[in-house]
């Protein structure tokens, strides 16, 4: 069996073939970033006579998927040379880590794909958006801000920790639970953004947001709000800078388009873009935890076709009185679909009714819609990039 798993001392082959491929600039700070990356994650790698042919990083992460903790790798610096393009060097890669994710209990996979219609064929499916709201600075919403509380600003890598805990504490649609080191990474990596943080009367963290300068607009990159003073507050400190900046943008997890809270919705440019993939690694494992809305279920026989063979079965999923039964049967399925299609419907994108109504799913009406009524309903959300 071939080996692809590349050595700590494999790194300077891994960056080489990293700036090459990106086109990006040699310089301190993104071989420090690229390092720190590949010192935490498992890096692939396919030889191409002295020099790194292809190469991937699959970093260990977990997710709270609605109360629910998931271990999650998310795949990135996905790359090959030119010379080296057109193999399959890249696709072998990705499914030995995949592979491995799953003997490793890995439940689920995230990646930021080049091309969504490419890494469909490993099984990754479209979950997560973006939404962009661009509004001219003289056109924000002036919102009084509180008599009370106060604001401090501070670069990135001055963020107290309490700003950890509040961020973890409203991430409960899949997100990823940073870890110290991602933190870290990423205050290194964004050294140029600033953070404006609210405290409450009695000195606590309530809000913050991280934002940075691009080409004379103000970036939102992450806000994050307890409650309507934290909100207020924050969002007057945005006015404050209508004299700095030409547009502020905010580019929001939440795919939910918020213009009706504006005075005057005409004013702003909104786009929703896609962002990331999903895809899961380890199906049994993710029904046996899944936060079905019901908690009683008579048996379901699903036929779920995937590349994965393990994941690659007829299944009966039944629920009494919230404990989950998933096992394989070689019952007749009265529904029927594939690993990207179930994909969509568990992380909330898009229900199974709605699915099965554009060709997507196949079977048993009352099937299908009883299925459809116990999964999760609220979009999910990723604010991370790897």
Known sequence: MTNYRL???????????????????????????????FDHSLAYGIMNGDKLGSGLLSIPFTVNFHGV?????????????????GRGGAGTLLNQALTDMYNENVTLSYL?????????????????????????SSKWPRIKSPNSGHIKRVRLNEVPKSARILYNNHNILGGVIREDWWWDHMAYKHSDWFAALYYNDTDELDGYLFYSNENDNLIIQEWVTNDPNSYKALANFIVKHQSMFNNFIYESPDSEVKTDLLDEPYVAKVSTIPYMSARIVNLKSFIKKYPFIKH???????DVSDTLEWNNQTWSLSIKNGNVKFEKTSEPSSVKLDIQTLTKAMFGIRSLNSLAHYGYVQGSTVSIDTLSKILVTEKPQLRDYF
């Open 69 to 85: 903790t998931y271990h999650m790798n998310g795949i990135g610096d996905v790359m090959s040379a030119p010379e080296f393009a």
């Open 7 to 37: 050595e700590k001392n494999d790194f300077e082959k891994f960056y080489e073939l990293y700036l090459y491929s990106f086109n990006r600039p040699d310089n301190e700070q993104k071989k420090n970033a690229l390092s720190d990356r």
């Open 296 to 302: 009683n279920l008579d048996p379901v026989i699903i």
């Open 112 to 136: 930021a794909p080049f091309s969504f219609k490419y890494y469909r064929k490993f099984g990754y499916e479209q979950v997560f958006n973006h939404v962009i709201t661009d509004i001219p």
